[in-house]
């Protein structure tokens, strides 16, 4: 498992400059780890078809919580097997989905220099649809990592009815910031539309939304993330951790082990926000 965790935290800060960049290619799927799951095929809105793993909460700890991974802008979803399967043994019933053009999703031309595509929120809109028609007896939320926050975001106006909740590491507060960020860098990062357009979508959030935001993080940071809460006022939380950008299940790994600190934090917010029981 440490050989693990060495391995993500190099995979993220490889990619964390934002670069699109998928990967069609699983290296393991849950049964590798043994876990229940459904494979389910998604059409969006505009007919893309999307691959689907619906991960079966543990029975012993059912909490009728679901919770959708938009994961960041490299890899797929095969790299959030084992984040994946420790929150559906701790009772969630987890759901994750490959963007058009990743994994085994619907081929899609990929600008990689881009921040994000909107298209990827229509495919969050499709999946967040599909299930919350499936699961109408447990509560929904999103679970966002670094450009999925972007995209939850960017789909909240279409989506705000069918969820309960956001939980966001490495939460992207200001895409046009980024982009400027990244250009005194000497890299070209693109917007694929008016940056009035995302400003609009998350100004309108209005669900519980925790940010966990790490302190070595130099552009989706905690100081970005409070401009945020106060904007948003009281139903966001921002929660700070030792760490670079998308290390919070890193946190605390020898003391709680992988996950546990992230698993906290959230369970912990639930409760205090009356969406767990």
């Known amino acids: 498992m440490r050989s693990l965790i060495i391995y993500l935290v190099l995979f993220f800060s490889c990619y964390s400059a934002y670069s699109i960049d998928p990967d069609r290619e699983y290296i393991r799927t849950p049964d590798s780890v043994k876990w229940e799951y459904e494979q389910l095929e998604i059409q969006t809105n505009d007919g893309f ?26 890899g797929n979803m095969s790299y959030f097997v084992y984040h994946s399967a420790i929150l559906a043994n701790a009772g969630y019933t987890v759901v994750t989905f490959d963007y058009r053009g990743f994994g085994k999703s619907q081929d899609f031309e990929i600008q990689k220099n881009y921040l994000y595509h909107k298209e990827f929120a229509q495919d969050l809109e499709a999946v967040v649809s599909e299930i919350s028609q499936r699961m109408q007896n447990k509560r929904v939320g999103i679970w966002a990592m670094s450009m999925g926050t972007t995209i939850v975001s960017r789909a909240y106006p279409q989506i705000k009815n069918q969820i309960d909740f956001i939980v966001g590491d ?47 993080d130099e552009v989706t940071t905690y100081e970005a993330a409070i ?40 369970e912990g917010f639930l409760v205090s926000e009356n969406i767990s029981d």
């Open 49 to 74: 078809l999307l691959n689907t793993w619906i991960y079966a909460a543990n029975p012993e700890r059912n909490k009728d919580t679901v919770l959708i991974l938009a994961y960041p802008d490299a």
């Open 170 to 216: 490495g939460f992207v507060t200001r895409p046009d910031l980024i982009v400027d960020y990244y250009k005194m860098k000497g890299k070209e990062i693109v917007l694929p539309e008016k940056s009035e357009f995302f400003k609009n979508s998350i100004d309108s959030i209005n669900c519980p939304l925790l940010i966990l935001a790490g302190s070595k």
């Open 227 to 266: 401009l945020l809460k106060n904007e948003l006022g009281e139903n966001c939380k921002v929660v700070k951790y030792e760490g670079d950008h998308l290390t919070g299940f890193q946190v605390d790994y020898d003391n709680k082990g992988f996950g546990g600190w992230f698993l906290e934090q959230m």
